[in-house]
């Protein structure tokens, strides 16, 4: 009995290091694409999942890591506030959301399309003390450039980003499928194949559909990096309570099209991540001259 208790006490002693530990920290983790679309060389990052997370008092530590890192613009792809929280209100974690923004947009471009968080204030407002009109409004004039189901086109670069905002139906733990054939030609308009075409796809469970769409690149979250990462398994569970979804993390290709899956920085609700620190995402587009 008494070894029993001792191997189970060590091993939650253990997780409880390892929880606390990776969700106090992020890693830094790069990709590098060639394009013939990409005019000249061009560093971006992407933040996603913040949920309000603080490293350091205002964010001082990642900031930090962002400004070591250079790039020319940052792009972020949804949740950086908390529409469920324990332990903060949402006003605060928008507060934060705000105060970074207005510190990157001082020194980069920030370009910044919602996720299912920001969306929650405009699917259920009585639950929040303000709309989602005053917070995007924030977020505007710290400095962001919105993007919901919107485009901005970044022509020195070659490069039109564009943010979709999904109706909440999508987003439902119950459904699944595709999305229709033409939801995203109406909700972020038609390809344009000048340029290569970034999309900001907050919930990376229709990847097959944004690739289908044509876009070069997709960025996306949501799934934490599935909580827990397991060796040889990847992530173990999806926001819709499913088990070892494919897409929790990293690179992928559908149809010739790249898909970037961040594990994201923060948590919400419960603060765990198993063997899954924290992610800042770094991609370096590079023309190709072929």
């Not at 972020?188 to 900001?200: A, C, P, Q, R, T």
Request: charged share 25%.
């Amino acid at each position: 009995m008494g070894l029993i208790l001792f191997i189970f006490s060590a091993c939650f002693a253990f997780f409880t290091g390892v929880i606390i530990s990776d969700v106090n920290d992020f890693c830094v983790t790069g990709y590098r694409l060639k394009s013939p679309k990409i005019k000249k060389r061009v560093r971006f990052l992407q933040l996603t999942d913040l949920h309000g997370k603080e490293f350091g008092p205002d964010n001082k530590r990642l900031v930090a890591a962002i400004d070591r890192l250079k790039p020319d613009f940052v792009i972020m792809s949804g949740d950086i506030m908390s529409g469920k929280n324990l332990g903060r209100t949402s006003e605060s974690t928008v507060d934060t959301a705000e105060s970074l923004i207005r510190k990157l947009a001082l020194k980069y471009p920030v370009y910044f399309a919602p996720g299912n968080h920001e969306q929650r204030v405009e699917w259920l407002p009585e639950l929040f003390s303000f709309t989602y009109e005053e917070m995007m409004e924030r977020f505007a004039k710290a400095g962001a450039v919105l993007l919901d189901n919107a485009e901005y086109t970044r022509i020195g670069d070659g490069i039109c980003i564009k943010g979709l905002a999904l109706h909440k139906d999508y987003y439902l733990k119950k459904r699944r499928g595709r999305l229709p054939a033409a939801y995203l030609d109406s909700a972020v308009g038609e390809l344009n194949e000048k340029y290569f075409n970034i999309l900001i796809a907050h919930t990376p469970e229709y990847i097959q559909d944004y690739a289908g769409w044509g876009a070069d690149l997709t960025l996306s979250g949501h799934y934490h990096g599935g909580i827990m990462k397991l060796p040889f398994v990847g992530g173990v569970i999806s926001p819709k309570y499913r088990l070892f979804p494919k897409y929790t993390f990293g690179m992928f290709d559908e149809c010739g099209k790249k898909q970037i899956v961040s594990c994201g920085l923060g948590t919400h609700t419960l603060p765990v991540r198993v063997f899954n620190p924290g992610e800042l995402v770094c991609v370096d587009l590079l023309p190709d001259r072929k």
